[in-house]
């Protein structure tokens, strides 16, 4: 076994800088943030990638940071739902998942949020999904966001709601001269 | 997990020949270590080496690409020259996975992404590829999921991925970078089949890096991805088929088929696909060349149903790139 050695690491979460010592590089981004940091908004669903619950925006890229280690981060920039909006200072997407009732336990929502955040980004930069019928040129509709969001996983299946919500703030956002 | 160390590496000489497992962006690798089936002493972690620009390539027109091997599934599947002249590679792209998992994963990684046979990922299983020797609990098992193409009685796992499936009908290759120098390996034989060493999934070799893969110039043809999975979404494919086929004056000119989920690498039959040379576009002749093509196939139990499922996605394809409406056809 390789004798531990110390891996001193810099995060910028939230805007604030954070510096880490982490001990064993086996520690994941999530484990970091929820452990290390107390931001215990970022949720461990599955921890293997199959359930979205874990997203985190990272350099402006939404990622699952159960699948990363913390020390593979060192220096990066990082978002977490705690850094999205605050009580009385929602961001759009967390007003309306609540308008919306887009969640039932909540467990998800976090995961949700953070990932539908960076998607809607994706959408704007006008990255293709396998459902658009033009790669070039594909345009907003439910089935485009279901198959976006498909990386996060809802145990109690509100899904027609998150989707509501976030075609609630996708609309709003969207220029009103661009139709496509 | 158990326990390893961890090093940055900042030049991709770093990478060659360094003594270590090296992580990518970490999707595969870091999941399969938390099950320990994967259990590396060191980490080599290749985030920071470059290789992550995708530029023209190809002898002297540039009309070819070359795609570094760190860069992310996402980028590849937004490329505007992919989606213009290789769609079908963004379509395999965006077909696996989910939009967090591309954005970390890399080209590289994906090729090197191991299979999804569950007795692979049950420690208490016994299973040659993961501890060579212990037999296959696959073959009477549970093999829904599995080979009906090139398999042995040592092991019939499938390889999972997406993106190779495209990569080797488009005749894309491999460069690999290696104490020895660079060599250059095509997508379709770079992944292997089982025999009696099904622990070793592609012809890489220890402390060998993967630099880039390189497309040819796009040949004019029409490009289809199909992918059949349980879910719609996310999820691993049953079978899929890349298809890349040209039709002048109501005759089939040139096509390249490549199958996924079927065989332990991403099965190319071109002796089949020359059987589609020089006739029209009509149901006999996609399940001629289907037939042929499955004309060796297997199966194990529960994927029985892949052998049919196989062919009429290969006719399905077919028909969606030469634009062929095959309903009423066998
Ligand atoms: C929930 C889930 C669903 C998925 N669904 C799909 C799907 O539908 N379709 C699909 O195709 N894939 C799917 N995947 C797999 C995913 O595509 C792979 O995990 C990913 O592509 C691996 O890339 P990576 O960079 O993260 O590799 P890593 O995990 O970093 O590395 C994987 C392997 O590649 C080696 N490696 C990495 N880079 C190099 C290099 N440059 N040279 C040599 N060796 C290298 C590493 O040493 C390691 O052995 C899924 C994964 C998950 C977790
Ligand atoms: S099919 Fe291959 S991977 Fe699966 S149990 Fe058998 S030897 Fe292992
Ligand atoms: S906890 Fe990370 S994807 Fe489920
Ligand atoms: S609200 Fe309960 S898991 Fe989504």
């Known amino acids: 076994m390789p004798a531990p050695t110390d891996h001193p690491i810099t995060l910028t979460v939230n ?25 215990t908004g970022t949720k461990k669903g599955c921890d293997h990638g199959q359930c979205g619950a874990c997203t985190v925006i990272v350099n402006g890229r939404r990622i699952n940071s159960c699948l990363s280690l913390a020390v593979m981060h ?62 070039t040129a ?32 996708a609309d709003a956002a969207a220029p009103a001269e661009d139709a496509a | 997990m158990r326990a390893f160390a961890y090093a940055r590496a900042a030049t991709p000489s770093d ?4 003594d270590g497992r090296l992580i990518a962006g970490g999707t595969n690798l870091l999941d399969l270590m938390k099950l320990e089936i994967e259990t590396p002493d060191r980490l080599i972690d290749v985030n920071h080496i470059g290789l992550d620009e995708i530029a023209p390539d190809g002898d002297g027109n540039g009309d070819g690409l070359r795609i570094g091997a760190m860069v992310r599934n996402a980028d590849l599947a937004a490329d505007d020259r992919v989606r213009r002249d290789w769609p079908l590679l963004s379509r395999a792209l965006l077909a ?14 994906n090729l090197m992404q191991r299979t999804r046979c569950p007795y692979f990922y049950d420690l208490a299983a016994a299973c040659n590829k993961r501890d060579p020797g212990t037999g296959c609990d696959a073959l009477a098992g549970r093999n829904r999921n599995h080979a009906i193409l090139g398999a042995s009685d040592h092991c019939i796992a499938t390889y999972p991925g997406d993106m190779a499936v495209a990569l080797a009908a488009l005749d894309a290759v491999v460069e690999i970078e290696g104490a020895a120098g660079t060599r250059r390996v095509p ?16 012809v890489l070799e220890p402390g060998e890096l993967i630099r880039a893969v390189t497309l040819p110039a796009p040949t004019g043809g029409r490009q289809v991805y199909r992918k059949v999975r349980d879910r719609r979404s996310y999820a691993f494919a049953l079978v899929s088929v890349a298809a890349d086929v040209t039709v002048a004056d109501g005759a089939i000119t040139r096509a390249a088929l490549a199958l996924g989920g079927v065989a332990h690498r991403p099965w190319r039959d071109p002796d089949a696909d020359a059987l589609l040379v020089g006739r029209a576009p009509d149901g006999a002749a996609f399940a001629a060349v289907a037939d042929a093509i499955l004309r060796g196939a297997r199966g194990h139990g529960d994927n029985d149903f892949k052998i049919p499922l196989a062919r009429r996605t290969l006719i399905a394809a077919l028909a969606e790139a030469t634009g062929t409406d095959v309903r009423t056809a066998a």
């Open chain 2, 15 to 18: 990478a060659i020949g360094a």
């Open chain 2, 96 to 109: 696996g996975a989910s939009g967090q998992i591309r954005n970390r994963a890399t080209t590289g990684g």
């Open chain 1, 15 to 39: 805007g604030t800088v954070e510096t880490l010592v982490l001990a064993d590089p086996r520690v994941s981004l999530l484990d970091a943030l929820r452990q290390r940091l107390g931001l």
């Open chain 1, 138 to 169: 594909p345009a907003l509709s439910d089935d485009e966001i279901r198959e976006r969001m498909s990386g996060n996983l809802c145990r109690c299946a509100a899904y027609p709601n998150i989707v509501a919500a976030i075609r609630a703030v």
């Open chain 2, 187 to 202: 997508v379709a034989a770079f992944h292997r089949l089982p025999g009696d060493t099904p622990q070793r999934d592609t």
């Open chain 1, 74 to 135: 060192d220096g990066d920039a990082i978002t977490t739902i705690e850094g999205l909006g605050a009580p009385g200072a929602l961001a759009p997407l967390q007003a309306a998942f609540l308008h919306h009732d887009g969640f039932q336990c909540g467990y998800c929502t976090p995961g949700q949020i953070m990932s539908a955040t960076a998607m809607l980004e994706e959408l704007r930069a006008g990255w293709p999904s396998v459902v658009s019928d033009d790669l």
